[in-house]
C-alpha cells in the first residue's frame, strides 16, 4: 500500500472489478440463493458490504456495459442498445486510473461495441488479430495507444468462434473441442433456437470441452498472468469479466454432477398452469403477451424461431441446473484469483466489487433470456463490495436501491481521486444510514430498441416500495401503458396496479421522478448508429 | 433478403467521390476494418482487421455512371449485392449513396452499418481533395 505522506492517508490501491454477464440476484448463496454454492462470493459479502437492491441502467448488455465504464445512464453516453458502439472518445473510468499511474486491464467480455462486425473496424474485434497498437508499431489505420484506459486487454465471450481472444486461442490450441460449443446464432445469424440436454430446452448443450479450457477458467488464468506482471507497489484496475452465466448454457460435461436438474425446484415465479401464466402477463404490457404466444420478438437477445409458451417445467429445471453450475465455476475461478492476490500479500490492500450487467428470466412468468421486460428477474442484481481491509470495512447490507451507475464514481473514491463532472452516479453508499444520508431513494433503468421493425421504449423507477414502468410510443405501444408494482405487499410484482385509481398518487409521484431523470442536466452524447444486432 | 441504403451529402465535386471509390485497390483507404486487398481482374479479396479474408466479384465500374456494384462471394451470404452511386448535386456538392442488399437479414445490417462507415471516409478524403483544389 502506498501511503501519502504523513498523514498515512491511503492514495492508492488494488482494485478488481468481477462482472459476470447475465446472472440474478438470487444465484449468490449470500443473497439466499440454493441451487449454487458460491462460497467465495459468500464470504466478500460476510467481510464487506451487500446490497440487496441493486439495479442495471438498461437489461441488456452494451448500455449497461457502458453506464460501467462511463457512469453515465444510456441516454448520456449514447450507446443506448445492444449493436450500438460507446463512442471512442466516451468517459472511461479506466482512462481516469490509468492517468492516476494504475495499470488497468479488462480480461473476458467488454461488449462497448457490437460483437458483430466482421470487418472489425471496432478495436474489440480487431485487438487479437492485430495486437495492442503502439508508439512504434501503430495499426494499419494509424490507431495506437490504450483503448479506453485499459492499458492490456484479452477478450472472451459466450462462443469460440469470432475474433476474439478466447476464440482464437481455442480455434488454435484446441480445434478438437469447438463441436462441443454450443452454436450461440443459428445459420441466419439469429440467436439459435436449437434445444439440446436432455430436456430441449434452447440453447442448452452438454460440452465436452476440458474444464480447463472453458472461458470461465481462461478468463481466471489469463488474469492470474497479468496480475503475476505487476509489482508490489504497483497499484492496478483489473476489470475480470466472465461471459457466463449468459446463455448458451454449455458448460463442460465434466461439471453435470453438481447439479442433477430432475432435482431443481421450479423458480417460485414460475406459474406452472398455462392459464395461470397468462393471466399474469395479460396484466402488463401488451408486449409480454405477444413474445410468449409467438407473434412478436421484441428484441434480438431472444431466438426468434422460440416460442416461450412452448417451455416446459422440465426445460426450465434444466436450463435453471446448468447456470447453477455455471455460477459454482465462476464461484471457484474467483477463489483461484483471490487466492493468487493473497498468495502476493495484497490482500489487505484489495478493493473487491462484484456485480453482474443485468438479469436472466429464468422461467419467471414462463419466460426465458431478455428483453423490454423490467421485473426483478432481469432488474434485480448481486452487488458485493468488500473494501480493502487496510482500511477497516464495517460489514453491513444495504437495502436502500442502488445502481451500477455509482461503479465509476466508486472506483474513483477508492483511488482517493475526485469526482469527474461527467460522473452522473454518487458513490456507493456503505450503509443503510450513508444511503438515507445521501439521499439515495431510487433508480431509474432505461430500454430503447428499434431492430427489424420493432421499436420499444420503457423508462422504470425503482423505490423502496415501488416499482413503476412507462412504456413510450413505439410499434407496440401507444405511450399510454405502463406498469405498477408494490414491492412490499407483490414481491414477485404480478398484480400490476398501473391502471388502479387508488394508486394514482403513488403513480404520479413516480412518473414526476422519471420526469425529473429525463430533464436532470448535463451534456448527452449524440445517440450512437445501430450498427449491428448485438 | 433485407436492403440498408445510406447516403452523404459531400462538399466535393461528383468526379472528386468518384475519384476515391472507382479504383478498386484503394478501399482499404476508406472501408473502416479494410487492412489491405488483392485484386485479379475483378474478384477482390479483401483481408480484414479481424482477420477474416472477404472475397468480393467486382459486377460494375463505370465511370460514366460513376456507380460501382459488386457482390460479396462468401458461403455466408446467401445473397449480397452492394453499390455505390455518386450524384452530382452542384458544381460544388454531390450526394453518395451505398446501397446494401443481403441474405440473411441480419448479415445486410453488419455490412451497411459498415458502409454508413465508409461514408464517412469516402467524405473526408474527397473533401481533403476538394480543399486542395480551392487552395
Known amino acids: 500500500m502506498r501511503r501519502g505522506g504523513e498523514s498515512g492517508v491511503v492514495v492508492g490501491r488494488k482494485i478488481l472489478f468481477i462482472t459476470t454477464d447475465q446472472q440474478r440476484y438470487d444465484t449468490v448463496g449470500a443473497n439466499g440463493g440454493t441451487l449454487s454454492r458460491t462460497p467465495v462470493l459468500d464470504g466478500l459479502a460476510r467481510e464487506g458490504i451487500r446490497y440487496e437492491r441493486c439495479q442495471p441502467t438498461s437489461v441488456v448488455c452494451m448500455p449497461s456495459r457502458a453506464s460501467m465504464l462511463t457512469g453515465q445512464y444510456p441516454s448520456t453516453h449514447g450507446a443506448w442498445m445492444n449493436g450500438v458502439a460507446l463512442a471512442p472518445d466516451a468517459p472511461s473510468v479506466a482512462e481516469s486510473l490509468h492517468d492516476l499511474g494504475y495499470a488497468t486491464a479488462l480480461i473476458g467480455?467488454?461488449?462497448?461495441?457490437?460483437?458483430?462486425?466482421?470487418?472489425?473496424?471496432?478495436?474489440?474485434?480487431?485487438?487479437?488479430?492485430?495486437?495492442?497498437p503502439t508508439l512504434e508499431a501503430p495499426w494499419f489505420d494509424g490507431r495506437q495507444g490504450v483503448h479506453r484506459g485499459f492499458d492490456f486487454l484479452e477478450f472472451a465471450t459466450h462462443g469460440v468462434m469470432g475474433p476474439l481472444h478466447y476464440a482464437k486461442w481455442i480455434q488454435r490450441a484446441h480445434p478438437e473441442a469447438l463441436p462441443g460449443f454450443?452454436?450461440?446464432?443459428d445459420g441466419d445469424f439469429n440467436v439459435n433456437a436449437a434445444g439440446g440436454g436432455d430436456t430441449g430446452a434452447p440453447q442448452v448443450k452438454w460440452n465436452d470441452v476440458p474444464r480447463e479450457w472453458y472461458h470461465t477458467d481462461w478468463v481466471a488464468d489469463r488474469t492470474i498472468a497479468w496480475l503475476d506482471e505487476q509489482t508490489d507497489d504497483q497499484d492496478w484496475f483489473c476489470w475480470m469479466s466472465f461471459p457466463d452465466p449468459h446463455h448458451p448454457w454449455d458448460p463442460p460435461s465434466s461439471e453435470r454432477h453438481r447439479v442433477d436438474w430432475r432435482e431443481v425446484p421450479l423458480p417460485e415465479n414460475y406459474p406452472t398452469s398455462a392459464t395461470e401464466r397468462e393471466a399474469l402477463l395479460d396484466q402488463k404490457a401488451r408486449h409480454w403477451r405477444l413474445w410468449y404466444d409467438g407473434r412478436v420478438v421484441s428484441n434480438y437477445e431472444a431466438p426468434k424461431k422460440w416460442v416461450p409458451a412452448t417451455m416446459t417445467a422440465d426445460q426450465v429445471r434444466e436450463v435453471n441446473a446448468m447456470n447453477a453450475i455455471e455460477v459454482e465455476l465462476i464461484d471457484e475461478a474467483i477463489g483461484r484469483v483471490l487466492a493468487r492476490v493473497a498468495a502476493k500479500g495484497w490482500d489487505e490492500d484489495l478493493d473487491v466489487i462484484f456485480t453482474s450487467d443485468h438479469g436472466e428470466l429464468q422461467g419467471d412468468f414462463g419466460l426465458l433470456f431478455k428483453g423490454p421486460y423490467h421485473v426483478d428477474a432481469l432488474m434485480r442484481l448481486p452487488l458485493i463490495w468488500r473494501p480493502a481491509p487496510s482500511t477497516s470495512p464495517v460489514a453491513s447490507v444495504v437495502h436502500a436501491p442502488v445502481s451500477l451507475v455509482s461503479l465509476a464514481a466508486t472506483f474513483l473514491e477508492v483511488a482517493g481521486a475526485a469526482a469527474p463532472s461527467w460522473l452522473e452516479g454518487a458513490t456507493l453508499p456503505v450503509s443503510d444510514d450513508d444511503a438515507i444520508s445521501r439521499g439515495f431513494e431510487a433508480t431509474v433503468t432505461e430500454w430503447d430498441s428499434a431492430l427489424f421493425g420493432v421499436e420499444v421504449h420503457v423508462r422504470s423507477v425503482l423505490t423502496s416500495d415501488y416499482l413503476y414502468s412507462e412504456y413510450g410510443a413505439g410499434t407496440m405501444h401507444d405511450g399510454s401503458e405502463g406498469e405498477l408494482y408494490n414491492l412490499v405487499d407483490d414481491p414477485l410484482q404480478r398484480v400490476n396496479l398501473f391502471n388502479d385509481p387508488e394508486r394514482a398518487a403513488e403513480r404520479a409521484a413516480l412518473s414526476e421522478r422519471l420526469r425529473a431523470h429525463a430533464e436532470r442536466p448535463g451534456e448527452r452524447a449524440t445517440p450512437g448508429l445501430l450498427v449491428a444486432p448485438v | 433478403?433485407?436492403?440498408?441504403?445510406?447516403?452523404?451529402?459531400?462538399?466535393?465535386?461528383?468526379?472528386?467521390?468518384?475519384?476515391?471509390?472507382?479504383?478498386?485497390?484503394?478501399?482499404?483507404?476508406?472501408?473502416?476494418?479494410?487492412?489491405?486487398?488483392?485484386?485479379?481482374?475483378?474478384?477482390?479479396?479483401?483481408t480484414l482487421a479481424t482477420g477474416i479474408e472477404m472475397p468480393e466479384e467486382i459486377l460494375v465500374n463505370d465511370s460514366i455512371q460513376r456507380r460501382f456494384v459488386y457482390r460479396i462471394d462468401s458461403p455466408l451470404y446467401r445473397f449480397h449485392l452492394g453499390s455505390i452511386d455518386v450524384i452530382a448535386l452542384s458544381p460544388e456538392e454531390s450526394l453518395c449513396v451505398y446501397s446494401t442488399t443481403a441474405e440473411p437479414d441480419t448479415l445486410c445490417l453488419l455490412i451497411g452499418g459498415g458502409t454508413a462507415g465508409a461514408l464517412v471516409e469516402i467524405a473526408r478524403i474527397a473533401e481533403c481533395v476538394a480543399a486542395a483544389r480551392v487552395g
Open chain 1, 109 to 132: 467480455k467488454a461488449h462497448f461495441e457490437p460483437f458483430m462486425d466482421p470487418f472489425g473496424r471496432f478495436a474489440e474485434n480487431a485487438l487479437a488479430s492485430l495486437g495492442v
Open chain 1, 182 to 185: 454450443y452454436s450461440v446464432v
Open chain 2, 1 to 46: 433478403m433485407a436492403s440498408l441504403r445510406y447516403e452523404r451529402r459531400i462538399h466535393a465535386t461528383a468526379d472528386e467521390v468518384w475519384g476515391v471509390i472507382t479504383e478498386p485497390e484503394s478501399i482499404p483507404e476508406w472501408f473502416p476494418g479494410v487492412v489491405s486487398c488483392t485484386l485479379e481482374g475483378t474478384r477482390r479479396v479483401l
